[in-house]
């Protein structure tokens, strides 16, 4: 009966913090995209300012898949998408719409720091369609496999794999005109190890939130005959699939 309610619970979309998951997912992925534009250097390395909060958004969707399953995770990739695509239309449309006489000259320094790479938003878009989904994907694969242990080494595994075709999709789509092919295969080994570092790093903490986050939802999802469609928007769950409480 308490099994029952809390598939009930999940299917009814009811989680306590399912929300602020999805809610803070998108906004790491909407900053990553409107920085990404400038480029940095730290300690001699060229990268963009994604690299570094761009990590972080696998470090959610990991929890997410973890404790809610990759239904979920998907519903959040979803969300981020259509959030960073509204944001960015808004932002070429009101560059497009006149302006008042006395405001002409702060309205173009705001277009001009508004204005959108083709490429970056290309790489972007491509490499988040392609890296997000497969991260869940072994998320949810490792843990049917593991039996829910190693959990540790599930996160490392499936951050090393995705960041790579991330780092890979972006940086070869965004850059591809502006440095040479040497460089930007250093930049892309470059930033690929950033961003494991940075999931290494958070490691601890994602570990503890993911655990935490079980006991106070009830919740630990096993994706046992999920459909991994990635265009798929059914986020329903059966007792089954909850094992919170024979773990």
Not at 178 to 194: A, F, H, P, S
């Amino acid at each position: 009966m308490i099994q029952n309610r809390a598939a009930l619970h999940i299917m009814n979309g009811q989680p306590k913090y399912l929300w602020f998951l999805i809610m803070s997912y998108a906004m790491i992925i909407s900053i990553s995209n409107w920085y990404d534009s400038r480029l940095i250097s730290l300690f001699n390395l060229t990268i963009s300012p994604g690299t570094l909060s761009f990590p972080l958004s696998f470090l959610v969707s990991d929890i997410i898949t973890e404790v809610y399953g990759y239904k979920n995770a998907r519903k959040a990739i979803w969300a981020a998408l259509f959030f960073n695509s509204a944001f960015l239309i808004f932002g070429e449309i009101i560059t497009k719409l006149p302006s008042p006489s006395f405001a002409i000259e702060n309205n173009e320094a705001f277009d001009k720091l508004l204005h959108i790479n083709f490429w970056i938003i290309c790489g972007s878009f491509t490499s988040y369609l392609v890296s997000e989904p497969i991260n869940s994907y072994f998320i949810a694969k490792l843990k049917v496999i593991c039996n829910g242990k190693y959990i540790g080494l599930r996160f490392i595994s499936s951050t090393i794999i995705a960041t790579l075709i991330d780092s890979i999709i972006f940086i070869s789509i965004a850059f591809h005109n502006l440095i040479n092919r040497t460089n930007l295969l250093k930049m892309i080994l470059t930033v690929w190890l950033i961003k494991c570092i940075i999931e290494i790093i958070g490691l601890p903490i994602s570990i503890r939130l993911a655990n935490w986050l079980k006991g106070n939802e009830k919740l630990d999802i096993y994706d046992v005959k999920t459909n991994f469609n990635p265009f798929s928007l059914n986020t329903n769950y059966d007792s089954n699939n909850n094992r919170y409480y024979k773990n």
